[in-house]
């Protein structure tokens, strides 16, 4: 299976995935299931800083197999990676 370099704002993953829209969408599921972490085990100021910040991901999210920073590979809208998760979620790790 391929490695993908992802990035959107401060994050920065490298995933295996078949493709560059299922790393993407690996990626959504992991900053979700991060978030989720913040929120059952961390003290009150802790639960909300993670509230203020939302979603992690920024508007694009950059998916390459070369590196991270590159421009050739794909870029994603994160809104459609969102409607993608909904309509397919991966199964949890």
Known sequence: MPKFYVESGPIHL???????????????????????????????????EAEERGWQLWDEIAVNEQGFGRWDGESFNTFDIVEAWLRCPLPVA
């Open 14 to 48: 490298i995933l295996d995935a078949a493709t560059a829209e299922e790393a993407a969408v690996k990626a959504f599921q992991w900053t979700c299931d991060k978030q989720a972490e913040i929120q059952a085990v961390s003290p009150l100021d802790h639960m909300l």
